[in-house]
């Protein structure tokens, strides 16, 4: 496994997400934004949509739960068919837990860290996980400026990551684009969100393309391992 783009389909057509879906065949995942207006200001779907959109798109869903809650609501969108299921630590009261609830669904298990969440207090857990995901914008909506701050956080998480001898995959999702992928795979991230960078284009599967070759050929002379 190399580098993985997963274009996020807040920035798609709601009324047309199978059709969207298709749009990124290539893509590794489908990343669907969860808001439930509490833990984010904003409202997007919920379990029935992803149950729909499971069966209808080939590029398996990364399901991103921006919920309060998410001890009680995440197992179900592993039933909704989600091949991955993220939670904020923030929200979540027992992510040891609940990660295992996931992984025991067959989901792979992921936790997310908004942006003045640091990773060290969570460095015992990473092996629970299967994907970690550092936010590099305030969640809540596509299309905002990437934060640059969060650089030495990814950067952190990766030697992290190495010191364990994880095969953890890194996300990074918020403002990633052509002018911050690069800033991104060189700080350790090996997995990519995009939504605005790949919907807003006329070209989404091309932009897909360009995206991941842009991050390939960074990490290769970053010279870190990718973990997958
Ligand atoms: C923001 C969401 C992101 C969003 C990214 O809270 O978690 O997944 O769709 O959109 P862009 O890539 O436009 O910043
Ligand atoms: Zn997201």
């Not at 025991?104 to 857990?125: C, F, N, Q, V, W």
Request: aromatic letters at 6%; charged letters at 20%; glycine letters at 8%.
């Amino acid at each position: 496994m190399a580098v993985q783009i997963n274009p996020s389909i807040l920035s798609a057509d709601f009324s047309r997400l199978a059709e969207e879906a298709k749009a990124v065949e290539g893509a590794d995942w489908l990343h669907v934004d969860v808001m439930d207006n509490h833990f984010v200001p904003n409202l997007t779907l919920g379990v029935p949509v992803v149950e729909s959109l499971a069966k209808a798109s080939e590029t398996p869903l990364d399901c991103h739960l921006m919920i309060e809650e998410p001890d009680r609501w995440a197992p179900a969108y592993v039933e909704a068919g989600a091949g991955s299921v993220t939670f904020h630590a923030e929200a979540a009261a027992a992510p040891v837990r609940l990660a295992r609830e996931i992984r025991a669904k067959g989901g792979r298990a992921s936790m997310a860290l908004k942006p003045a969440t640091p990773i060290e207090p969570y460095e015992d857990l990473l092996p629970e996980l299967d994907m970690l995901l550092v936010m590099t914008v305030e969640p809540g909506f596509g299309g905002q400026a990437f934060l640059d701050i969060m650089l030495p956080k990814i950067r952190r998480t990766r030697e992290l990551i190495s010191k364990h001898g994880l095969e953890l995959w890194l996300q990074v999702d918020g403002g990633v684009s052509a002018s911050t992928i690069e800033r991104c795979a060189e700080a350790g991230a090996d997995v990519f969100v995009a939504g605005s960078a790949v919907y807003g284009t006329d070209d989404p599967a091309a932009a897909v393309r360009s995206l991941r070759n842009q991050a390939t050929e960074t990490i290769a002379a970053a010279g870190w391992a990718c973990g997958h």
